[in-house]
């Protein structure tokens, strides 16, 4: 009896050790996904800011509880369902992977990560995943160094963008045929609107609603964070 017991005490330890050894993955989303709304599909991977996801993705999730309005649905996609940490150490489950099945994808959303100035930027398999949302893709955002995937993509080719401040300079040197605006705290071309990111993620968030839905819509939003937004006081620049 008690070598059957230390078996199954072997066995058990064997198991734990092997779970916590492993990255986590989930078999499938649970999200649900409305036909009536915008789909709003956040790029994460190891490494993503904080801020640059959690503003946007609070701006958009808010959506949902207001009334007469498209509004919409607001997931999480990685290359792989394995759990993404972000740069301050949080550990997010992604809904979907890109390199499955995964809903139409009608605003992207790219915050920042850690390594978007180098081994991003050279992963062609993340770079083609963004090219070719983008093909159907309403609206393209960025938030912080997110801009820097969206230029290697060459999706920003034709307009004006910018990005994080300190990395301007870095930006230019990188993708010298870009026009960049260094002043602003966002910039929208077309379908295309990059910011510099931080908690000014906020407000291109805030933005892009009052693009959609208007003025008094986006500052409902921004009441229940508790945020003053009047656009006529935000340093921004749209090419018309």
């Not at 009608?106 to 963004?130: G, K, M, Q, R, Y």
């Not at 993509?153 to 230019?172: C, H, M, Q, R, W």
């Not at 966002?186 to 609603?209: M, Q």
Request: aromatic share 10%; charged share 20%.
């Amino acid at each position: 009896m008690k070598n059957i017991w230390t078996l199954v005490l072997i066995t058990f330890l064997l198991s734990c050790k092997e779970n916590h050894s492993s990255k986590f993955r989930i078999s499938e989303s649970n999200i649900i996904i409305h036909p009536d709304r915008y789909n709003v599909g956040f790029l994460i991977m190891d490494g993503v800011y904080n801020t640059e996801l959690t503003a946007p993705f609070d701006i958009f999730q808010h959506t949902i509880f207001r009334d007469s309005i498209k509004a919409m649905n607001t997931f999480l996609i990685a290359k792989t369902k394995d759990i993404v940490t972000s740069f301050e150490g949080i550990r997010i489950i992604p809904d979907f992977s890109y390199r499955e099945s995964f809903p139409k994808i009608d605003i992207l959303v790219v915050p920042s990560a850690e390594h978007h100035l180098d081994t991003d930027l050279e992963d062609n398999e993340l770079i083609s995943f963004i090219q070719s949302v983008d093909k159907d893709a309403q609206y393209v955002t960025s938030h912080c160094d997110g801009a820097f995937l969206l230029a290697k993509a060459g999706l920003l080719n034709k307009v004006t963008s910018t990005t994080f401040p300190s990395d301007i300079e870095k930006y230019k040197e990188m993708f010298p045929s870009l026009s960049v605006q260094d002043s602003v705290l966002f910039v929208h071309d077309g379908k295309y609107i990059t910011s510099a990111g931080g908690a000014k993620s906020f407000e291109a968030s805030l933005y892009l609603t009052e693009v959609l839905y208007g003025s008094e819509i986006a500052k409902r939003l921004a009441k229940g964070l508790v945020i003053d937004w009047d656009l006529s006081t935000v340093n921004h620049l749209v090419i018309e």
